[in-house]
């Protein structure tokens, strides 16, 4: 199969060329375009605009731009690229010989906040930029669904893997500094997404017969931060040291954070204490599996492995 993969030197893109290049023909697309072990070539958006990107069996979309915790990117640069760029790419796709086409939004275009468990049949409602753009994108593609065609939205939460470099990266470098955990007080289970997951499901939906539509991603198991601060200390060979200062204070030094520019701030104190639990039963419905391949735990092993 000849697969075109958009961003595909990011973290994402980079795992899913090693686990797709083997039996398939992959090419790139991205700001800028090197040569990558497994890709044959890498275009530029230009060589796009130029139509020089050769005819591919499916199109999997993951360029866009990443949430910002430090809200320092304006919200039209959210707009550009993840509304913009998708809306290039899928009209791209409808005039090509592509048979399928697979989007990479975000759990949090469908919410924000999470009562319960999220599933595909919530109302969408984001709040922020990152959340509206990958919406707008979502609308856009179910406005201009092809009948001929099989396309997929994904809806992953905290995608984490070799070589990512997000907020639990920075979480593994304050616990293997000593730094005690001061967050214990915040009892939540969130989902989490093993990149190996990601992969799993983009090959099942290109070599399988899946029905088009919105698909929620996440590992079969939810986590509390604690547990993580523990699988954290475990890898590194520490003890666990996890205070339960009150919320109050916590909340306090927060906003002080925000004020200062320092690492703890109100938006990452909410995103590492909040309880946002993903159900993935529809994407394991539609694969066939009554699991996915990799457990949470194991995951996140490979993770911090691959943060030594």
Known sequence: MKILITGVHGFVGSNLVKYLAPGNEIYGLDIIAPEKEGVVKTYSWDDLDARRVPEVDAIVHLAGKAHDTKNQAASEVYFKVNTGLTQKMFDYFLASSARKFVFF???????????????????PAPVGPYGESKIAAEKYILEHMPSDKQVYIFRPCMIHGPGNKGNLNLLYNVVRKGIPWPLGAFENRRTFTSVENICFAVNGVLTNDVPSGIYNMGDDEALSTNELIEEICLSLGKKAHIWRLPKSLMNGVARVGGWLHLPLNPERLRKLTENYISSNAKIKKALGVERMPVDAREGLKVTLESFK
């Open 105 to 123: 939004s975000t759990a949090k275009a469908a919410a924000d906040k999470v009562d319960g468990v999220l599933t595909e049949e919530v109302v």
